[in-house]
């Protein structure tokens, strides 16, 4: 797995290497060129950057995590209106294909035609080249930063709080489908967030980590589905006389709202789902499958099934 942690190495270390292993991954997509694909990867891999940063929190100053935060968000910043506009426009797009009402279809289309057309914000080459100069300084700086975390129980204990705080937000706005839209977009950072931690810890059991990975995964995407439906309505009613008559602007915006209620409805079943255990709980699961799966690990490699118990099945994985 190219986004995990190391069960045979120091975790100061292995969150070390997965750090600089994103921030230059984000440079190479960044150094290639600032096209909506190559900026959509780059801000994926600062979103892994920093949710390992929670990890690696309590083996850091604190003024070395707010630096390394805070910058590599600043950078994320400064390419947002492209991912927005490559967002919306993909929306749009899939909105004029499932839609029935002609007037929706026809609204869809004027709007995708201008976002493809480059009406969206687009970085400026200078803030581009300044974004990237510092990113490269983050990356210079991430390579020698002290982390000096007293092992696995600093890690599990930081995922826990990103998963307590998931929790707190599901309980507080995943009900409500009336929420406001910063209140769900936040919701979904939260989820992002433990959805990479389970990436990075899924060594200690890949099959159920795994799993659990996925689920946050398929939650993350449906709110940010209702996210980028916000960003697209509220552009579209910035600019409604351009793409329609009023009545068909409208149903368009009528669309949005109830896709987004659908999306909301699915999310938080899957939130209830995800977070079901109580933190402490979450937190002692973890700690006892770090501690575990070395021994497992090597039980099974010193295991024989020749010398097994009769009706016991030892399975070798390589």
Known sequence: MSYSLALDAPVNASLRRAGVKQLREALKCLQEDFSPPKIHQARKAFKRFRSLLILARPGMAGSAYRAFDHGVRDVARRF???????????????????????????????????????????????????????????????????????????VAAAAAAAYRDGRRRTDAVGGDMAADDEAVHDWRKSVQRHWRHMQLLSPAWPGLLSEHATLARSLSQHLGDDHDLSVLSGFVTARGAAYGPKRDVAEFLRYCAEAKSSLRAIAHAEARRLFADPPKCFERRL?????T????????????PEQAPAGLRLVKRG
């Open 287 to 291: 700690r006892v499958y770090w501690d």
């Open 80 to 154: 947002a209106g492209a991912r927005d506009g490559a967002a919306m426009a993909q929306a749009a797009n899939q909105i004029e294909a499932a839609a029935v009402l002609p007037a929706v279809k026809s609204v869809a289309r004027a709007v995708g035609a201008a976002l493809r057309a480059g009406e969206a914000a687009e970085p400026k080459p200078i803030e581009a080249r300044e974004a990237l100069a510092q990113l490269q300084r983050l990356h210079a700086d991430f390579l020698s930063v002290p982390i000096k975390l007293d092992g696995f129980p600093d």
């Open 293 to 304: 799966a070395p021994q497992l690990r090597q039980a099974l490699a010193a295991a024989s």
